[in-house]
C-alpha cells in the first residue's frame, strides 16, 4: 500500500442521478477526510471520520451528500440527486494521529461531471 | 481572520533558473506551514512542512521553504527549475492550537508554476 487510492477517477452522470465515491486511505491511518475542490481553488473540506466515527461535518455538506466508514478502513462519500453544482474534484485524504506533523496524503481525486 | 495568501496567480521561469513561489499567511499562534503540489488531473502531493526548528525546510524534489516569522511567509524555492516542475502549487497552513475536532487545513487559491524550456 503506497497511497491514498479513490475510485472512480472520473465520473460523468446525469443531473439527478446518485453517485458514490470510495477511498482507500494508507494502512493504519486512523483519521480519513473528505474535501472538494473546483478548478483554480484549493480544497474546501468536508467531512472527516476517526476510524468509523464521523466526527465532523462541514456546512458545505448537504443533505444530498453523506459519507462512511463502517470498518473505519475504506470510506465512501454518495451524492444524492446530483446538481450541476456538485461538479468538481473530489478529494478523500488519511492520517496517522501518532504523526506530531500533523501531515495529510491526498488521494488523486475523483472528478465528477454533472451534466 | 486565520487566511494564507499566494499573491502571483501564476508564475514563469525558464529552465535551469531559481524559482520563488510566495506564500504569506495569517493565523494565530505557531502555525504549521504546509506545500503541496498538484499535477493536472491529479490530487495534491505533499512536498514539505514547516512545524518548528530550522526556518529552512528541505523537501521532495529539490524544493525547499524558508519560514520567516517576522513577515509571515514562507515561500517555496528550488535552486534550478525543471520543465516537469510546471503544476500547481498550494500553501497550507494549520493552527496547532485549533481543536482537533475542527482540523482542516487552511489553503492558499494556488499558484500555477510554468517552467519555460
Known amino acids: 500500500d503506497t497511497g491514498v487510492s479513490q475510485d472512480p477517477r472520473h465520473k460523468i452522470t446525469k443531473r439527478g442521478q446518485n453517485v458514490t465515491f470510495r477511498c482507500d486511505p494508507i494502512?493504519?491511518?486512523?483519521?480519513l477526510y473528505w474535501y472538494r475542490q473546483t478548478l483554480g481553488q484549493g480544497p474546501e473540506f468536508l467531512t472527516y471520520?476517526?476510524?468509523?466515527?464521523?466526527?465532523?461535518k462541514s456546512r458545505l455538506l448537504s443533505d444530498r451528500f453523506s459519507a462512511e466508514r463502517p470498518k473505519g478502513s475504506f470510506s465512501t462519500l454518495e451524492i444524492q440527486r446530483t446538481e450541476q453544482g456538485d461538479s468538481a474534484m473530489y478529494l478523500c485524504?488519511?492520517?496517522?494521529?501518532?504523526?506530531?506533523?500533523?501531515?495529510?496524503?491526498f488521494g488523486e481525486g475523483s472528478w465528477l461531471t454533472v451534466v | 481572520a486565520q487566511s494564507v495568501a499566494q499573491p502571483e496567480d501564476q508564475v514563469n521561469v525558464a529552465e535551469g533558473n531559481p524559482l520563488t513561489v510566495k506564500c504569506t499567511y495569517s493565523?494565530?499562534?505557531?502555525?504549521?506551514l504546509f506545500w503541496y503540489v498538484q499535477y493536472p488531473n491529479r490530487g495534491l502531493q505533499f512536498l514539505l512542512k514547516?512545524?518548528?526548528?530550522d526556518n529552512l525546510v528541505k523537501g521532495s524534489y529539490g524544493f525547499e521553504a524558508e519560514f520567516n516569522k517576522s513577515q509571515t511567509s514562507f515561500h517555496l524555492k528550488k535552486p534550478s527549475a525543471l520543465v516537469s516542475d510546471s503544476a500547481l502549487y498550494f500553501c497550507?497552513?494549520?493552527?496547532?492550537?485549533?481543536?482537533?475536532?475542527?482540523?482542516?487545513?487552511?489553503w492558499g487559491a494556488g499558484t500555477k508554476l510554468i517552467i519555460k524550456p
Open positions: 485524504a488519511s492520517r496517522f494521529t501518532g504523526d506530531s506533523g500533523n501531515t495529510i496524503y
Open positions: 497550507a497552513v494549520r493552527d496547532p492550537g485549533a481543536m482537533d475536532s475542527n482540523y482542516q487545513l487552511i
Open positions: 471520520f476517526q476510524n468509523e466515527a464521523q466526527l465532523e
Open positions: 514547516y512545524i518548528t526548528g
Open positions: 493565523v494565530s499562534g505557531n502555525p504549521y
Open positions: 494502512s493504519e491511518h486512523n483519521r
